[in-house]
């Protein structure tokens, strides 16, 4: 079963709107990583949070951990046509250093 | 600085064949991961790398092999492809701080067609 499991699926919204993703996982995690893939290329890693914290920032995104709760969001805030993409949130075990994936998030940003 | 790169962008097969993809990973990355994203499966880990030594492996068959060489390049073997195996193949790297393992930086990916 997947350990990161995307909410919602799909996502759209008008440019200017704030976009939130939320992410559950299952087991105990080191940290917790989200990262961007446009169109069938490559990752890009947005923000990383470890299990000892609760928030980070950067730029127009800001993350929260819920290790009680096993979940994460992710908010994009004033949001553009460049933010359309996937998003998908990964975890790092305590046993091991392989990522595992949900099924992400497709966001479409309409401008 | 440069980042992951791979190689071929492109890849295209018969089934039986074998395809060889590559990945260098950013300069003083040791760790190297693979990836399969194959259309509506998802990311699936397949293959880690550390140090010229094989960590870990995903739930995949034996004809998925690779290697790590000393300047920590990497390859990624698919012998006797199958149709399924038509695929994006993604490399990350990772450095190794302090012991502890950080955040993966992932390459553009190599997309394998099996025909």
């Known amino acids: 079963s997947q350990q990161g499991e995307e909410d919602p699926q799909a996502l759209s919204i008008q440019e200017g709107e704030n976009a939130t993703m939320n992410c559950s996982y299952k087991?105990?995690?080191?940290?917790l990583q989200w990262y961007r893939q446009n169109s069938g290329r490559g990752l890009v890693h947005l923000i990383l949070i470890r299990s000892n914290e609760r928030e980070k920032h950067s730029g127009r995104l800001r993350v929260t951990l819920d290790t009680s709760k096993k979940s994460s969001s992710l908010l994009i805030t004033a949001s553009r046509a460049a933010d359309t993409a996937s998003y998908f949130c990964?975890?790092?075990?305590?046993?091991?250093?392989?990522?595992?994936f949900g099924g992400g998030t497709r966001l479409m940003v309409k401008p | 600085e440069a980042g992951v790169t791979q190689s071929p962008t492109h890849l295209i097969k018969t089934r039986g064949q074998q395809a060889t993809l590559r990945c260098s990973p950013i300069?003083?990355?040791?760790?190297v991961y693979w990836y399969q994203q194959a259309l509506g499966l998802g990311l699936q880990f397949l293959l880690w790398?550390?140090?010229?030594?094989?960590?870990n492996r995903g739930n995949f068959p034996p004809r998925f092999s690779g290697r790590q060489f000393p300047n920590y390049s990497s390859e990624l073997n698919v012998n006797a492809l199958e149709l399924e195996d038509s695929a994006l193949y993604l490399c990350?790297?990772?450095?190794?701080?302090?012991?502890?393992?950080?955040?993966?930086?992932f390459g553009p990916g190599t997309r394998l067609t099996v025909l």
């Open positions: 300069s003083g990355h040791t760790s």
């Open positions: 990350a790297s990772s450095p190794r701080t302090g012991g502890r393992y950080n955040e993966q930086f």
């Open positions: 990964t975890t790092v075990g305590n046993a091991g250093n392989m990522l595992t």
């Open positions: 087991t105990s995690i080191n940290n």
């Open positions: 790398y550390d140090e010229g030594e094989e960590r």
